[in-house]
């Protein structure tokens, strides 16, 4: 080799170029694969973010904690022995009826303040529950169960691990059940009807205050499902989602902030992009690879500030 | 000679109260620690970020998670230019302040483009970033070890002013960065009341409140927005310089997410828009953590396991807590209370039958 490499990923690049291009590809697949099975993570919460912003206009800084506190939750009731599969589905029930809880306890009474009172007193909340993680679970990473395997699994030629794909699987599952729920079912008829029209909702029977309730509650389910995927991956302790949380905000903000289906495809446009920069371009290796979601979120707002899938924003005056 | 008595029966309580506050902190060291006095230097650089912040968030409404970068660029720039270029320190301080200043300024053309939302999203993903942006050049910016500041000896004349006050105690350096940072806040604090009581800030809070009614008065939004920014990141840049000097250590973790959030709970508690609420603000930034874990070790019914859990997690939790009981119920912070008291006791003295005469009424609610 002529080239001297700078870095262990243009190594592995090099090394795979001699075997052929044939292992190239294989190992550009994997890429992506893994790529979009952190995407759907992201996604998940990118989920969360935008059900709370499209039911009141604010993002939830503390959407990330939330799903932090949930799977120690989901660590606890597991570490008691109770079986994985049924621990998942009850810590998303609790999940809910917190978010609901802290809704009415937290949000409520500044529902209608500005939205920079709004951004403040959700900042609180994400220190406030991430000083009581550490201090009800203290600041030890603990690994986090995973019923998956780790084995791998050919697909076209490419090796693609198990648990990613069930990670994938497990979000998209989650995704359609929430697109059911809100698109489906009298529920979330009136929970969109409460969001974009609250005067008339109200006029027609709603309660539009515990619909934004019941919209907290969802968000903190859906949350809990990406910090329960992600914790196996990263272990578990009380500053696991702040990365994922940046991620998260990359890809709501790629999909337009308001869009559901923003959300998914944004949070999987940013799982492969980050996943790929980190692989292949040398200089941003593993610990830039937040700056590509600074990059990424900068770049949207300044020239596209709605996104893929956003609506522009027009305002009275 | 009558007139200058006139004038100060005239003044109103508030002077009083600031030059009794200046006095306070210059008497400060010689009655306290050298060690005390360090901690002091910091609540005064605290304090100067803090305005800085207040001045973005209090008064033009705009919001900035990422103020621990900007401080961070100011450190590093003084540390810098400190160790590699040998430039005296106390030039390095202002330099690092007008490059942080206009890296403000550039931050704040995008800024413009963005709701109050949007923008707190792209500074907090600039605060959680910068710790690993840091540690990339590491020829220039030693990497995850950072730079040693030695700290600097005071001049002579402090010397020997001090030694005449205290008796013949010589000055530390930490009594002389005590004064460093103290001279740097009144000026500071000076240049922002300046600021705020003329047309600037006159303008800054007109668009605030309403944007479009303040461009339909002529005030340029775009050129006053980005103006605040500036300002915001050039005392963040001072304080930043100071931070650096003062602890004589600068590391990408000196410079966490968490810096950022308390300094903005600091300004919250303090009180936005106000002039002397970044000084509660310094004041309770810096000493809410550390009372409250010695308040805690030194209980000793508490176990040591607990308290020592406490420690890392309590700050987080009182902060946390404080923060969403303050916007609650006391949007207006400490200032505000103490404002709202006195202005209610003033009503009550006067009696009740010509309240709201004379006097202006404060601000109103800012967020």
Redesign the interface.
């Known amino acids: 080799m002529l080239v001297v490499s700078l870095a262990p990923a243009a190594d592995a690049a090099n090394f795979a170029a001699d075997l052929g291009g044939e292992t190239l590809m294989q190992e550009f697949v994997q890429q992506i694969v893994s790529g979009l099975a952190s995407g759907a993570i992201f996604a998940s919460l990118a989920l969360a973010l935008v059900l709370i912003y499209n039911a009141m206009?604010?993002?939830n800084?503390a959407q990330g904690e939330m799903a932090m506190f949930a799977t120690f939750i989901a660590y606890t009731l597991i570490s008691h022995g109770i079986n994985y599969w049924i621990a998942f589905p009850l810590t998303l029930g609790i999940a809910f009826v917190a978010g609901v809880v802290v809704e009415r306890v937290?949000i409520r009474?500044?529902e209608r303040?500005?939205?920079?009172?709004l951004?403040?007193?959700t900042?609180?909340?994400?220190?406030?529950?991430?000083?009581?993680?550490?201090?009800l679970f203290?600041?030890v990473p603990r690994s986090f169960p995973s019923p998956f395997s780790v084995q791998t699994v050919n697909i076209l030629g490419a090796f693609a691990s198990f648990q990613d794909l069930s990670v994938i699987a497990v979000c998209a599952i989650v995704l359609v059940a929430i697109y059911l729920l809100l698109q489906r079912t009298t529920v979330g008829l009136t929970l969109r009807a409460a969001a974009h029209h609250p005067e008339p909702s109200r006029l027609l029977g709603v309660r539009v205050s515990w619909m934004l309730a019941l919209g907290w509650g969802l968000a903190s389910a859906v949350g809990a499902v990406s910090g329960i995927m992600v914790a196996p991956i990263l272990l578990l302790e009380p500053n696991m989602m702040?990365?994922i949380i940046?991620y998260a905000?990359?890809a709501a903000?790629l999909g337009g902030i308001e869009s559901p289906v923003g959300a998914v495809v944004g949070g999987l446009i940013v799982g492969v992009s980050v996943n790929l920069a980190g692989a292949y371009l040398p200089f941003v290796g593993g610990?830039?690879e937040?700056?590509v979601?600074?990059a990424i979120?900068?770049g949207v707002?300044?020239i596209k500030?709605n996104g893929l899938f956003g609506r522009a924003a027009v305002r009275n005056? | 000679m009558v007139q200058l008595q006139q004038r100060l029966r005239n003044a109103p309580p508030r002077y009083w109260l600031v030059l009794v506050a200046v006095l306070f902190f210059i008497g400060l060291p010689t009655v306290i620690s050298s060690f005390q006095a360090s901690e002091w230097a910091l609540v005064l650089i605290f304090a100067i970020v803090i305005m800085g912040l207040n001045i973005l968030v209090g008064y033009s409404g705009q919001i900035s998670l990422g103020h621990g970068a900007l401080m961070a660029l100011g450190a590093y720039t003084s540390a810098i230019l400190i160790t590699r270029y040998h430039v005296d320190y106390l030039i390095t301080i202002p330099i690092a302040g007008l490059l942080t200043g206009l890296v403000g300024f550039l931050l704040g053309i995008p800024a413009l483009r963005l709701s109050a939302l949007y923008l707190a999203l792209a500074t907090f993903a600039l605060a959680v970033v910068t710790p690993s942006l840091i540690k990339r050049p590491a020829g220039l910016t030693g990497g995850v070890q950072g730079i040693l500041i030695s700290t600097p000896d005071p001049p002579q004349f402090a010397k020997d002013a001090f030694a005449s006050v205290t008796g013949g105690t010589p000055m530390t350096s930490d009594q002389w960065m005590y004064y460093v940072s103290l001279v740097s806040a009144l000026v500071l604090f000076w240049l922002a009341w300046n600021l705020i009581r003329r047309r600037p800030g006159r303008a800054l809070r007109a668009l605030r409140d309403r944007e479009v009614a303040a461009a339909s008065y002529g005030i340029n939004i775009a050129g006053y927005k980005t103006m605040a920014f500036g300002i915001s990141a050039f005392y963040a840049g001072i304080g930043g310089a100071l931070y650096g000097i003062a602890i004589g250590f600068v590391s990408p973790d000196t410079f966490p997410l968490a810096l950022s959030f308390q300094l903005l709970v600091g300004t919250v508690v303090g009180g936005l828009a106000s002039i002397a609420g970044p000084l509660v603000g310094g004041v309770f930034t810096f000493w809410l953590p550390i009372v409250s874990s010695q308040f805690v070790g030194a209980q000793p019914w508490i176990p040591a396991q607990i308290a020592s859990v406490f420690q890392k997690a309590g700050p987080a939790v009182t902060y946390g807590a404080l923060l969403i009981v303050i916007m609650i119920f006391a949007p207006n912070g400490v200032v505000g209370l103490v404002r709202a008291g006195y202005m209610q006791l003033q009503a009550r003295l006067r009696g009740a039958g010509d309240r709201g005469t004379g006097q202006m009424p404060p601000d109103p609610q800012t967020v």
Do not use: C, E, K, R
């Open positions: 206009g604010l993002v800084f937290v009474p500044v303040a500005p939205v920079l009172t951004v403040i007193v900042l609180g909340l994400a220190t406030l529950i991430n000083g009581a993680a550490g201090f203290g600041y702040q990365p940046i905000f990359a903000v610990d830039l937040l700056a979601a600074l979120i900068v707002l300044v500030p005056v």
